[in-house]
């Protein structure tokens, strides 16, 4: 749907210096949602009323922006030229002449309400049918008006004439510390290779770095402290394992575009949160991927399936996709065995081989996993067993009788690796003197930085958020060269959806390729 009208505000003391850009204010910054997407901060209900029938529909389905355009100056479509809602175009002294003879004087700030709810000009001229009318609360009304004041010179945070600020983050301590350390190091690398040839359109990439706390709310508080230095411009690749319910909601709070976070479980079941951008689907894309390939792989008829797990928010998530997934390939629906506090192995046993099970899906460690098959073996019994959130080497002592009869899903494989890819992580490995103790992490990191700058050289010079955001969405089957195909659009938010699945080895104690890559889109 097409938005037709010419809109303006009341400038008090007026506007000196028109090149020049500033940050946007929390009432701009609210407006600009409104603007860009037809949706509440608040999350109150806007409504749009479209042509002589007064058709209803929501807000964002007609956004401001739709037709507008980010920059305020109208995209024209068909016969259809949408007015230019840039400051001095509205504002001119002498008013306005429209192409098809419509004349009125200037805007005020209620010359601008009444066009946006009420559909009318200055002049007292009814705009066209294209134009829908708004319904809103003040407050929004209010901040949409102080958005369009500024509108064509909103410059978001963390960007000026010579540089884009890009933020990571890990914590300062723990088990994540290292890895943190590791995807700075690789990240900083590939950004001082990218400004050595230019950087992106002659703005040099500089990285700043977020130590966080161990926990969540520690977390949260960090990136809160450094957003509000008002100094970036996106974040990319963030250890943020065990802080996920924290930092992700503050992304879309803010309105920063997060890509590639560096977490196990992604939340793709949830509200489209359209700042954050995931490369794979976490614990969740292999547990149907593993449930996929037992299905449809494993060659077992009419296989019984129970799920063990901890009762916990995020399980009952993964479960419930394993649900699924089954009804979507066939399979015989999974049974489930939830417990609290610590894994009782011989009882879940029992009830295991008392029930006929099959497959094994352990949603735990490593440590719950092999405690399983020792347990099984006491038993004289030999189920398989999938481990959708992986295992460490703990794995390897299980018992003999379980050789092959393990399997993983992983969300990356040497064959996602081209010659370039892997040429061009070496280079900077050796020029740099990165470590490889976290080479997936890095992996990983190199990968979202990538997407990250071909999305910046698509847009060009006139950077924003947003346009950032819309040019994620256009990416599609995007070859990093060292994970699988990335695709992203306005509804979906995991790059690559799935996982390949890998067999344990125990006599030869390593991974064996059982599957190529699945899709569980």
């Known amino acids: 749907m097409t938005l037709v009208f010419a809109s303006a505000l009341f400038v008090f003391g007026g506007r000196t210096d028109l090149a020049a850009q500033k940050v946007s204010t929390s009432r701009e910054s609210r ?16 409504l749009a009323y479209i042509g002589e029938s007064s058709l209803e529909v929501p807000g964002s389905t007609v ?5 507008h355009g980010l920059d305020g100056k109208g995209k024209p479509e068909g016969d259809v030229t949408p007015s230019d809602l840039t400051w001095e175009v509205l504002t001119k002294p002498y008013g306005l002449r429209h192409s098809d003879g419509r004349q ?19 002049g007292g001229n009814k705009l066209l049918n294209v134009m829908p009318r708004f319904v809103m609360s003040r407050d929004d009304l209010a901040d949409l008006v102080a958005y369009i004041e500024q509108l064509g010179h ?8 010579d540089k884009i600020v890009i933020a990571t983050a890990a914590p300062s301590g723990g088990p994540l510390s290292q890895m943190g350390a590791a995807v700075k190091e690789v990240t900083a690398a590939f950004f001082d290779e990218v400004n050595r040839g230019g950087g992106v359109y002659n703005r040099r990439l500089e990285l700043k770095f977020i130590e966080t706390g161990a926990s969540g709310s520690e977390a949260r508080t960090s990136f809160e402290r450094a957003i509000s230095d008002g100094k970036i411009f996106a974040v990319i690749a963030p250890c943020i394992a065990g802080a996920e319910k924290e930092v992700i909601p503050l992304m879309s709070q803010k309105q920063i575009p997060l890509i590639g976070p560096l977490t196990l479980y992604p939340q793709p079941d949830a509200a489209l949160n359209r700042y954050v951008f995931y490369l794979q689907s976490g614990v969740t894309g292999q547990a149907r991927a593993l449930l996929y390939f037992v299905a449809k792989k494993l060659e077992l008829a009419d296989p019984r399936v129970t799920v063990v797990y901890q009762k916990n928010e995020i399980n009952a998530s993964i479960v419930e996709a394993m649900s699924d997934e089954a009804r979507k390939t066939g399979i015989r629906a999974p049974r489930f065995i939830a417990f609290d506090g610590g894994l009782d192995a011989a009882e879940v046993t029992r009830r295991l081989k008392q029930d006929g099970c099959d497959v094994v899906f352990c949603l735990g460690s490593g440590d719950e996993a092999l405690a399983l098959m020792q347990e099984s073996e006491k038993l ?29 899903g992983f969300p990356i494989a040497p064959t996602d690796q081209t010659v370039e890819g892997r040429r061009e992580l070496q280079s900077l490995i050796e020029k740099y003197n990165l470590g490889t103790g976290h080479l997936n992490a890095q992996i990983s990191a190199l990968g979202a930085a990538k997407i990250l700058v071909d999305s910046l050289r698509k847009i060009g010079k006139d950077l924003s958020r947003e346009k950032l955001i819309q040019s994620l969405e256009s990416v599609y089957e995007y070859q990093t060269g060292l994970t699988p195909a990335i695709s992203y659009g306005p509804n979906r938010r995991i790059g690559a959806r799935g996982a390949y699945v890998v067999k344990v080895d125990l006599r030869n104690r390593q991974l064996v390729p059982a599957s190529g890559w699945i899709d569980v889109n």
């Not at 407006?31 to 806007?46: A, F, L, V």
């Not at 004087?105 to 000009?121: C, H, K, S």
């Open 380 to 408: 004289d019994w030999s189920p398989f067993f999938c481990l959708p959130v992986g295992g460490g080497v703990e794995v390897f002592a299980a018992p003999e009788r379980f050789n092959g009869r393990i399997f993983f």
């Open 104 to 122: 009125h004087p200037p805007y005020t700030q209620r010359g601008l309400e009444l066009a946006i709810t009420r559909g009318v000009d200055p």
């Open 63 to 67: 956004a401001c922006a739709n037709c």
């Open 31 to 46: 407006g600009k949602q409104i603007y860009t997407q037809g949706t509440s901060p608040s999350g109150k209900e806007i």
């Open 154 to 161: 909103d410059c978001d945070p963390g960007i000026s004439d």
